[in-house]
């Protein structure tokens, strides 16, 4: 099952991505439409956060490409937002909060350029929109996790960008968190942004998202949820795994041959 | 005394020139290594030390003198080599980081002594002092040297000043950094020569062996102190320029000791006092906040037996001696005595002849930690399906933690339950 979106925010054209020379997601090739929230579902190995960490330049593409905004993604870079996983940095790093949030403005300040005012009445604007205010002058050693993940979005609305890649935003977060989180992610598709999200949980997902991309090493499905969210489909990603597709990406990785052939 | 005086009076502009010297090779590696313990990279620093030395000494026999230029130069060559050496190793083969790191600093070092011991029987009359690279001469850096290597030094700071935000932010989160279109690799190639370029400063004071504990102590020492990158760094760089600044002072009244040793010793007694002392962070602190955490356990404890006690006559305000404390549950003796003492001073307890009687204030604490107490019992057989005889010693703990936040959110999921599962009074 494979919709496709017209004019769409974001296009994967053939996209094959390695990870430490083994190949996790094969051939995807897909659009998604603008102007929505969608969720990248799978489990576990499903190469969910490799896709958009290949969307967003942070691997190395076997081969394929990503067209965003129908252009290569340095042209559009301050349009585009990264939420990495919460656990991917130490979190007991001599910061504040504020200065997180601040990060979120360096792209468009480029190098050299220190924070301004208005940069920073915007992270303050960013915070009060995850309800993170209170918090400004915190360390952020001394958050809890849903805190952490509160104060990544804030970083990533600073950046006020038009499409939002986000992984895994709702993981071991509290309730009020997931609630605020959710809010945000509505208002932001609301006002006509896209936000992309790998997401973990089956029955959330059913709630949250308008498009779905059932990810299992290859594009299982992708469309608006209604057509894509059918027990069939489910049952294809999680319960089908591909052995021999597991096998062929391990005898890669050993013999260290490119996914594409070069002379 | 004497000594002092004369040191610190800078008459002799010999002095002067050493102070400085000192100061600003010790600073400008602290700086630079802020970044490098940022990114947990000691050892890489380490190993970048030791393999300057093949460089300075190739240099000295290419070049046959001792000029500055000409020894920064073979150095930071032979320094760089090395880190893309590591890179090399860690990247194509099995070898993990840990083991190239190991490998090219006992490596390059014992190519650099091989080279030093050559030279030093070459009986080339220009190579007296070079074996102060091994241990650092702070006062030796005088004339030239001094001009060349303060020159470097300023440049260092300079550099790291420039690019500090986006060095804070590769720092911190690398693929962010990336994310949002920052050169990273060309940053983490300025930060990397940087790094070597500290080294190949910093080892005139401190020399190749110890030139890590240069690069890295300060920091590490500076982390116990703040939480914020500017001021760590700051702090670092006055750190490491107190260090370097006693370590020219004993290289001047004590030519024959080598600096190195002195300026390592005396930032990692700083960084020990910090390890100690430092409030927050420090093992005292943290070791007193314990001792105080451990302090209101016994105290709610107490105060709660004392309620249940309550409970059972259904008379909270009798007064009640150690003994039927002591029944009730195991208190420490003797630090029983002193929580009751200090309970009635805090005005929980009040004292009669031997008895205690919790006051009304005391009474309200009692029984909040027996509410908490069966409100988590009950949680944890409602929502955790424990069997009720499995739940007590979880809510023995957990009493003493639960926020009044979640106090809150148990007494609204649980819609203020009356009973807990031993059908005790849920005390409200």
């Known amino acids: 099952m494979k919709i496709d979106a017209p004019h769409p925010a974001v296009e994967f054209h053939d996209l094959t991505v390695s990870y430490d020379k083994k190949p996790v997601l094969w051939n995807i090739d897909m659009t998604l439409p603008k102007g929505a929230l969608i969720g990248i579902v799978g489990p576990n190995g499903a190469g969910k956060s490799t896709l958009i960490k290949a969307a967003m330049g942070l691997l190395p593409l076997g081969s394929g490409y990503v067209r965003i905004f129908d252009q290569p993604l340095d042209e559009v870079r301050q349009r585009v937002s990264y939420v ?180 | 005394m004497e000594q002092l005086k004369t040191f610190f009076s800078f008459a002799d502009p010999n002095i002067v020139s050493v102070v400085v010297g000192a100061v600003l090779l010790t600073a400008s590696s602290a700086v630079v290594g802020t970044f490098t313990f940022l990114k947990k990279k000691a050892l890489v620093g380490d190993a970048v030390a030791h393999a300057v030395l093949p460089g300075i000494c190739l240099a000295f026999m290419l070049a046959g003198n001792k000029n500055p230029l000409v020894l920064i130069i073979g150095a930071f060559v032979t320094g760089w080599l090395s880190l893309v050496v590591m890179d090399f190793i860690t990247e194509r083969s099995k070898i993990k980081e840990d083991t190239a790191i190991a490998l090219v600093l006992s490596v390059s070092f014992g190519i650099g002594i091989l080279l030093l011991t050559n030279i030093q029987h070459s009986g080339n009359a220009a190579q007296t002092g070079l074996e102060s690279f091994l241990f650092g001469k702070a006062a030796a850096l005088v004339g030239q040297d001094l001009v060349v290597f303060s020159i470097v030094a300023i440049i260092l700071i300079v550099l790291v000043a420039f690019f500090f935000k986006e060095l804070k932010l590769i720092a911190f989160d690398e693929n962010f950094a990336k994310a949002i279109g920052l050169p990273v690799k060309g940053i983490n190639l300025l930060l990397t020569s940087l790094t070597v370029l500290a080294v190949v400063t910093g080892i005139q004071a401190v020399g190749v062996v110890l030139m890590a504990a240069m690069l890295i102590t300060p920091a590490a020492a500076a982390r116990f102190w703040t939480n914020d990158v500017l001021i760590m760094t700051l702090l670092a760089a006055f750190l490491g320029a107190f260090a370097g600044l006693s370590g020219a002072f004993i290289s001047y009244t004590a030519p024959s000791m080598p600096t190195g040793p002195w300026i390592v010793m005396i930032i990692s007694i700083i960084a020990l006092i910090s390890f100690f002392f430092a409030p927050k962070r420090g093992i005292i602190f943290r070791s007193y906040e314990q001792a105080r955490l451990q302090q209101t356990i016994l105290q709610e404890n107490v105060l709660k037996e004392l309620y249940r006690l309550g409970e059972i006559d259904d008379d909270m305000f009798r007064a009640r001696s150690t003994e039927e404390l002591v029944a009730r549950r195991h208190f420490p003796k003797g630090r029983l005595k002193t929580t009751l003492r200090r309970l009635c001073q805090q005005g929980y307890l009040s004292q009669d002849d031997g008895l205690w009687q919790l006051t009304n204030e005391g009474q309200q604490k009692g029984k909040r930690t027996v509410k908490l107490h069966r409100l988590w019992e009950l949680y944890l057989s409602k929502y955790m399906r424990i069997e009720p005889d499995h739940v007590h010693e979880d809510a023995e703990t957990i009493e003493h933690v639960i926020t009044p936040e979640i106090e809150a959110e148990l007494e609204r999921i649980m819609d203020f339950p009356d009973r807990d599962p031993h059908d005790s009074k849920i005390p409200y």
């Open chain 1, 84 to 263: 990495p996983q919460r656990e991917t940095v130490d979190w007991d790093f001599p910061t504040s909060v504020l200065d997180v949030v601040l990060m979120g403005r360096y792209g468009k300040l480029g190098l050299f350029r220190r924070p301004r005012k208005a940069d920073k009445a915007l992270a303050m604007e960013c915070l009060r929109k995850v309800g993170m205010e209170a918090f400004v002058k915190r360390q952020i050693s001394q958050l809890s996790g849903g805190q952490q993940q509160r104060v990544f979005l804030a970083r990533a609305l600073a950046q006020e960008a038009d499409l939002y890649f986000m992984d895994e935003p709702f993981a071991g977060v509290d309730a009020a968190t997931e609630t605020a989180i959710l809010g945000v992610l509505k208002e932001l598709t609301a006002a006509g942004k896209t936000v992309i999200v790998v997401h973990n949980d089956l029955q959330s997902a059913a709630e949250f998202f308008d498009w779905i991309i059932l990810l299992n090493m290859r594009l299982v499905a992708v469309g608006p949820i209604s057509q894509v969210f059918t027990s069939d489909l489910l049952q294809e990603a999680y319960g089908g795994k591909l052995t021999v597709l597991a096998e062929i990406s391990e005898l890669i990785k050993k013999r260290s041959v490119p996914s594409r052939e070069k002379y």
